[in-house]
């Protein structure tokens, strides 16, 4: 059986549904399967036409014991979790014509138009079911940069066995990604809006890592996570890097290059392991904004957190690439003694300088970069004009980071990930394009509906922040579940 390890070596293996529910490891690491399955050329040859839906399966049935979920339990979860997509094809790709052999994958034809419904769709579905399963309720509590937070809610509404607490730093994330959230009308959505964050999202990742650490707590309400720390996301990601892969490439024996526009390092972390399981990727781009965490990790070796920035591409205004981490065990065989150092070591110093060897050992296959807000806006600009196409802010550093380093990648096909819709961020679209009418590419239906409804949210401060939520939160557990 296929079994899950923490990438710090602490604990025991545990199955499939252990690590999907548990979230985090017990030693605070992050669950990685104990080895990635391998995929030959037959099987991607074999793979070449599938939908995404089926193509899902194929891979998701790497890593998922049939005596865990069965054919066609796991066939219905996906059919449930992508049915509200706009898309047939769930993520279709679009050739840029101003551009050689270059590809965008839009990403965000979910119903909360951003590409964290990609993995969340499954996830959320794939937790409801195990827990119906078990007659056990669960409170998910996620931090979000604008994106995460509408996802998480949106495909926890409603569900019978979860709770979903949803923390956005307040005025730091648009206001259309604010009504995603605060407009769900559904009892067990808690929308929470901190404001004075000094780091941004990733302060309330730490509240959030509090709350873990106190046991009672934990264990009275059942605290997960479906953020980017839960295998589950990781590994449903992997799937459009496989899926994009088939759909541009004439033969199974070309290999391709990627660009991502990047945080946390979820979504570059499913391409480097798409890439181990045998995907043929050459470079994968980090796409960072002036926040360059990942550029700093890859350029020059060192991990280390640096005072944020706000920028257009808000929703990657984020210091500390904690997906990293759980890359390095696949990158580094296993060697979970110095993980363990050094993710210990960064939560006291906020600073960690690989030596050389490891540098030169992760950064295989690696190219990074970091784009500029003017040089975000130009590149919109610039497609919108050449070829009336609407990258949103996201999109354009991904396509920025990949102009900026043609030369190291050759003349491979390239596929930019298009992260977010445009109509996420009307403002900076607007601004881009020099106008003061929205235009109709960075307008969408759900935006619009949830202009005219009311809003229900909690307000906090971040310096009371730890207090209040567990306060909140457990006032609702006693009221709704009984003490
Ligand atoms: C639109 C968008 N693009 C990219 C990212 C970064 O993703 P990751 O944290 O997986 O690198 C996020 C979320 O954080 C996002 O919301």
């Keep these: 059986m296929l079994q899950f390890v923490s990438n710090k070596g602490g604990g025991k293996p545990v199955d499939f549904e252990t690590a999907i529910l548990d979230g985090f490891a017990v030693d605070g690491g992050l669950y990685v399967p104990e080895t990635l399955p391998k995929i030959s050329k037959e099987q991607l040859e074999n793979w070449k ?33 992508y049915t509200p997509f706009e898309k047939e094809e769930i993520i279709p790709l679009h050739k840029l014509s101003s551009r050689n052999e270059t590809y965008i994958m839009e990403l965000f034809h979910g119903p909360t138009i951003s590409f964290k419904d990609v993995g969340l769709a499954f996830l959320v579905n794939l937790v409801n079911f195990f827990l119906e399963r078990k007659d056990e309720h669960l409170t998910l509590v996620v931090a979000t940069t604008g994106d995460t937070g509408p996802a998480t809610a949106y495909f926890a509404a409603g569900k019978s066995n979860l709770d979903a607490w949803v923390l956005y730093p307040k005025g730091l994330i648009t206001e259309e990604q604010e009504r995603q959230m605060t407009t769900l009308p559904h009892a067990n959505i808690h929308p929470v809006g901190v404001s004075d964050c000094p780091d941004g999202g990733d302060d309330l990742d730490a509240v959030i890592s509090k709350l873990y650490a106190n046991n009672r707590f934990k264990k009275k309400l059942k605290l997960s996570s479906v953020n980017s720390i839960n295998w589950g996301r990781v590994m449903m990601q992997t799937v459009h890097y496989f899926y994009g892969y088939l759909q541009v490439v004439d033969n199974v024996d070309e290999k391709i290059n990627v660009s991502v526009p990047s945080g946390g390092f979820g ?9 181990k399981m045998g995907l043929p990727i050459k470079t994968l781009v980090a796409a960072n904004n002036k926040n360059a965490c990942l550029d700093r990790i890859f350029s020059d070796g060192v991990f280390s957190k640096a005072p944020i920035f706000e920028t257009a591409s808000s929703a990657i205004d984020i210091l500390i690439p904690f997906n990293f981490w759980r890359y390095l065990y696949f990158s580094l065989e296993k060697d979970t003694t110095n993980i363990k150092k050094w993710m210990d070591g960064f939560k006291e110093t906020g600073h960690v300088a690989f030596d050389k060897e490891t540098f030169e050992t992760y950064k295989e296959g690696f190219l990074s970069n970091s784009a500029s807000d003017e040089e975000t806006l130009d590149l919109i600009k610039e497609i919108y004009n050449k070829e009336s196409y609407l990258l949103d802010p996201h999109g354009a550093v991904s396509l920025h980071a990949s102009d900026v380093l043609k030369k190291e990648l050759g003349d491979e096909k390239l596929i930019c990930l298009a992260t977010a819709h445009p109509a996420k961020f009307p403002e900076t679209i607007n601004k881009a394009l020099h106008t003061s009418i929205t235009p109709k590419g960075a307008t969408h239906h759900t935006v619009e509906t949830a202009k005219r409804l009311c809003e229900k949210v909690y307000l906090c401060k971040y310096a009371h922040l730890e207090e209040a939520l567990s306060d909140a939160m457990e006032t609702n557990w006693d009221l709704t579940k009984g003490k």
């Design 49 to 81: 036409g599938l939908s995404y839906v089926d193509l899902a399966f194929e891979i998701l049935s790497l890593f998922i014991e049939r005596s865990i979920i069965s054919e066609t339990e796991l066939k219905d979860i996906l059919q449930t979790a």
């Design 267 to 275: 979504n570059l972390c499913a391409g480097g392991l798409a890439r």
